[in-house]
């Protein structure tokens, strides 16, 4: 008996020994290619989730495809802001990437690019810039305003939901533009929200979405990065509006369109411009003029008319006649928030800018504290 | 010849040691075959982990990071467990910690460097906040009978919609009012200079920062060692594991029993939490994605299953594991599905409890000797 167990004790050891030497030994060293540009894109969420992260992965992929072998792209996903993401970066600086794209508000903090100086970041939606961090971000509220007309034009009763995340001025102000979409097309269309505290939670955003169409919407548009809401729609026979990009096959009856981002041609810009050293420091908003923001293709839910309505207005928005965001504004309160004539700026204004805006129009149902 | 599977009576020193060995290595080995699966290679993985936790400049830096609020909470689980007291709270008891640590933090700091007493502050803070909410499971459990499993594991789903709620749904006194990027994305406040926790440098591999975190844990593993093998309220919580009616026999309280335990236990995960706070993040963190996402409580389960709830074990397998957890992040790209590193870990958390049922009965193969008698041949024992 002794001996048996001895020898199973030796052969415990052994395996455990022999796997690390061989890992180590055997297991080769990490591949370290001397010649492409190495650039890394971070996503808050898994790179397939058919919204937000997919867009940016598709950026990347069209990015990769266009440099070849001259870029070397690495993609993190499921990465949180904080503590996950310093670390990301920290093993990302040892592997020698020179460049990182941080998609989510709070990635890239003014402390971290100090801490790498030789690192270009590029971070998405956020405000701090340094000598060795850019911001990027567009005009979604453009295209969003176009994706409720769509809505608007679909609904009968003129109820609409909107499920949407975390109750700040990006997703307030894109409320606000689906919305004033929707009142155009149907005059007195209201919209209710339903927050999810979340940018990707398929679960909540279906809960969300029940709620909504329980309450008497008829028309179901989101703000959020999962299809899930769309899916239901489907279920549930209700026309939906979807965001970040094309999820048509999800919900294919249900799909009206979707405000879409088209992050691959900024992408390239700055990857060019990084590997010629021109690359510098700034704040990009981008629009439907460079292509930066846009509208997927319609589903068969959305008229002929509708779509030579929106046709006309994305060109008025294109060619500076027309912005959705022009006084005159009321709030909820119908208090008169934007005087006539006045266009909201991105960054100036406080609570009357893109960037700061805390109030929801009128015709919205819901808080804007969440 | 039958194969028997009986009780041990005696449980041999080597075996605990052999068996949370054995269970990792078979864990990895049965990973590669998931890896193989996947179409990776499990030698080059293990290797560029290998690298990634504990070889490249900076990553036993990182790995700290990752290890400190992992062995935090598997000494709150091991406290616990000891006594066959399942508190699987400490995620929720760390979030607390936080809330109360990152309280007094911003309340008592001010300009300047680390000062010892808001730290000390921040310390006694955490550990009041965990203790606070292991106690409900505890009163819970020492006057209702309630399972501690079920009122742990909820509370801290409570737990992370309070945490939520501080930064998100309200602007309490932790969230950041101020400053035009507070009102693009709820943030918490930052931590004063004087309560930011400091760290030492100790020059190996181009520097490795030690936060005061990891010294804690250390000390509270030898509190916690010294708690269970060297005094009379450790032999006692020991008795009351093994057999509460033994336990009962010989005198002890049980309700003051477990109320102290899950006291402790909650105590540890909330200074694990005030650790977060004041090492790393410098401000609550409410982002449902953010630190509520890393499963740092569950984490801390899994170590202290492994260590078989030796507080010194914890400590060098909470190290482990963060290696694990940083190298998951290196590691994960285009070609290595993110959830891998789960994967990795959940099976060693089976393999380690598997394993467990081996340390206490043994397999036996009994060869029985065939009689030339002719009717029913009877298997001799």
Known sequence: ?370 | MRITFERRLRQPRWLSVAVPVGSVVFAFFLAGLVLLATGHNPLSTYRQLFDAAFLQTGSLTQTLISATPLAFTGLAAAAAFRMKLFNIGAEGQLYMGAIFGAAAGLYLGGTGSSSPFVIAAMVVTGCVGGTLWALIPGVLKAFFKTNEILTSLLLNYVAALVLTYLIFQSQSYWRETKGFNASVFPVGKQLPPSAVWPSWTIHIQGGVTVPLGAVLAVLAAVVLWVLYARTRFGFEARVLGDSERAARYAGVRVRRKILAVMALSGAIAGLGGASQVGDFAHSIDGDPNGLQKLGYGYTGIVIAALARYNPFAVVVVAFLIGGLENAGNTLQGVDFPAGLVGVIQGIILFSALGGEVLIRHRVRIVRTKKRAAAAGAEPAS
């Open chain 1, 1 to 370: 008996m002794k001996r048996s167990r001895s020898v199973l004790v030796l052969l415990v050891t052994a395996g455990a020994l022999a796997l690390v030497f061989t890992s180590v030994t055997f297991g080769g060293t990490s591949k370290k290619a001397a010649s492409p540009y190495k650039v890394a894109l971070i996503l808050v969420g898994p790179h397939n989730d058919g919204g937000w992260s997919q867009a940016h992965y598709a950026g990347m992929q069209y990015v990769q495809k266009m440099l070849g072998s001259k870029v070397q792209f690495t993609m993190k996903e499921n990465i949180a802001p904080g503590a996950q993401f310093n670390q990301t970066v920290a093993s990302l600086s040892s592997q020698g990437y020179k460049m990182i794209f941080g998609t989510s508000y709070g990635m890239i903090t003014k402390a971290v690019a100090a801490k790498y100086p030789n690192i270009l970041f590029e971070q998405a939606t956020g405000t701090d810039l340094s000598k060795n961090l850019a911001e990027y971000f567009g005009r979604a509220e453009d295209t969003v305003f176009l994706s409720g007309m769509a809505a608007g034009a679909a609904s009968k009763t003129g109820k609409i939901g909107y499920v949407v995340a975390f109750p700040i001025p990006e997703v307030i102000r894109h409320a606000n533009a689906f919305a004033l979409g929707a009142q155009l097309t149907h005059p007195g269309a209201t919209v209710s929200l339903v927050w999810t505290n979340s940018w990707f939670d398929p679960t909540k955003e279906k809960k969300a979405a029940q709620s909504l169409v329980g309450a008497g919407a008829d028309v179901l548009g989101q703000n959020v990065d999962s299809p899930a809401a769309g899916q239901y729609a489907e279920s549930a026979k209700v026309p939906w509006v979807g965001y970040d990009s094309d999820s048509s096959k999800f919900a294919p009856k249900s799909w009206l369109t979707a405000a879409t981002y088209n992050w691959g041609p900024y992408m390239l810009k700055r990857v060019k411009a990084a590997m010629a050293g021109t690359w510098k420091s700034g704040f990009y908003y981008g629009s439907l003029n460079d292509g930066f923001t846009g509208i997927a293709k319609y589903g068969p839910g959305v008229s002929a008319a509708t779509k030579a309505k929106i046709a006309t207005y994305m060109k008025k928005i294109e060619n500076g006649s027309f912005y959705e965001f022009t006084g005159p504004l009321y709030d909820q309160t119908g208090k008169l928030r934007v005087k006539a004539g006045v266009k909201m700026q991105v960054l100036t204004g406080g609570a009357n800018s893109l960037y700061g805006m805390n109030w929801l129009v009128k015709g919205v149902i819901g808080s804007a504290k969440g």
